[in-house]
């Protein structure tokens, strides 16, 4: 679907020799959640462009016939992260909420695999583990589901972790 746009000419500011910056920030703020900005400037603003990637937006530019230029930035959907899901767990938001969490990012394998089957040997039926790897875990999932145990796991947003919850012993 395509954006609306709030439009903000900026080439009165830049031909007083202003700064436009700070109303082009006030007229990203002041977007409503899908829409897009349309920008008008009297030059190709490349660092612009960087400013608006990182805020989540794409840009689209072209030169006006009179040498001004024009950006449409719109809204860049996140893809939905996935979420990957042991046989058994498809009901895991009905899960309780995990009794332990570790963080393991720090470790190196096998640390963090002999770490989460060392705390589930201790924890009963039912019970829930949260654990947070520098990676996703490969070799303990199979292991996992080997042991009887369900899991469900993804990375986190910025994808420098990934996050896992375990159900001991499936539970009932």
Not at 122 to 136: H, R, T
Not at 154 to 167: C, E, K, L, P, V
Request: proline share 10%.
């Amino acid at each position: 679907m395509q954006p609306r746009f709030k439009e903000l000419d900026v080439r009165p500011i830049l031909t007083n020799g202003g700064e436009p910056f700070p109303a082009i920030m006030q007229a990203v703020e002041e977007l409503k959640p899908g829409e897009g900005l349309r920008l008008i400037a009297t030059f190709h603003p490349t660092p612009l462009l960087s400013v608006m990637a990182r805020r989540g937006y794409s840009a689209e530019v072209r030169e006006l016939c009179d040498g001004d230029w024009e950006v449409l930035f719109s809204p860049v959907d996140k893809p939905a992260m996935k979420v990957s899901v042991s046989a058994g767990a498809e009901e895991a938001a009905a899960w309780p909420d995990p009794l332990w969490q570790i963080d393991l990012s720090g470790l190196q394998p096998p640390g963090p695999m002999e770490k989460v089957l060392s705390r589930i040997d201790l924890m009963e039926p039912g019970e829930v583990l949260f654990a947070i790897f520098s990676a996703e875990p490969v070799f303990l999932l199979p292991e996992l589901e080997k042991l009887g145990h369900h899991w469900v796991g993804n990375h986190d947003g910025a994808g420098s972790a990934y996050r896992m919850f375990i159900r001991v012993g499936g539970g009932g």
